[in-house]
T-cell receptor, first 113, second 113 residues
């Protein structure tokens, strides 16, 4: 099992729809969870952090965390073409050197007009 | 500056030459990561520094790659005897501590001719 796993996509959704991005992780002790957005040719940028079970909303973005299922998701409501990007899930995974922030391979989202 | 600074932004070198890439993390950040990203690919973890602990070098692809972090601040990634397959964007990121989100620099685009 990969330490942080995401579907690579591409995930295509029509403009105005809800995009749902999913991530599972291996370390049951992880306490913080992050979603990054990466546009082509740019560096990843942090868009959401979540630390507690349940939902956290920020504008059109909602992060959902279920620690028992080791599952974190990102919902994007009213998807816009400008949301087209790769979304990366990041989770600290305990290693010999400490808690290393580990990224999934990312899900490519395409929002179509 | 307020963010992670990387230099140079672009580097073109001939095959067989050595290169040094520099990263200035956000002041006070104890964790520093180096990643490599080839065109259209995901983030490839290279090395992780956390405080005074021994670095996690598990991602370095060969002994031609090395990195150091002086005084817990500036880091240098060195690639010896560069090969064409080393061509990629090299990203540096720092975080306040373990479990905190990473902040990325703009990267160094390395081209080996």
């Amino acid at each position: 099992q990969k330490e942080v796993e995401q579907n690579s996509g591409p995930l295509s959704v029509p403009e105005g729809a809800i995009a749902s991005l999913n991530c599972t992780y291996s370390d049951r002790g992880s306490q913080s969870f992050f979603w990054y957005r990466q546009y082509s040719g740019k560096s990843p940028e942090l868009i959401m952090s979540i630390y507690s079970n349940g939902d956290k909303e920020d504008g059109r973005f909602t992060a959902q965390l279920n620690k028992a299922s080791q599952y974190v998701s990102l919902l994007i409501r009213d998807s816009q073409p400008s949301d087209s990007a790769t979304y990366l899930c990041a989770v600290p995974i305990l290693t010999g050197g400490g808690n290393k922030l580990t990224f999934g391979t990312g899900t490519q989202l395409k929002v179509e007009l | 500056g307020a963010g992670v600074s990387q230099s140079p932004s672009n580097k073109v070198t001939e095959k067989g030459k050595d290169v040094e890439l520099r990263c200035d993390p956000i002041s006070g950040h104890t964790a520093l990561y180096w990643y490599r990203q080839s065109l259209g690919q995901g983030l490839e973890f290279l090395i992780y520094f956390q405080g005074n602990s021994a670095p996690d070098k598990s991602g370095l692809p060969s002994d031609r790659f090395s990195a150091e972090r002086t005084g817990g601040s500036v880091s240098t990634l060195t690639i010896q005897r560069t090969q064409q397959e080393d061509s990629a964007v090299y990203l540096c990121a720092s975080s306040l501590d373990e479990g905190s989100p990473l902040h990325f620099g703009n990267g160094t685009r390395l081209t080996v001719t």
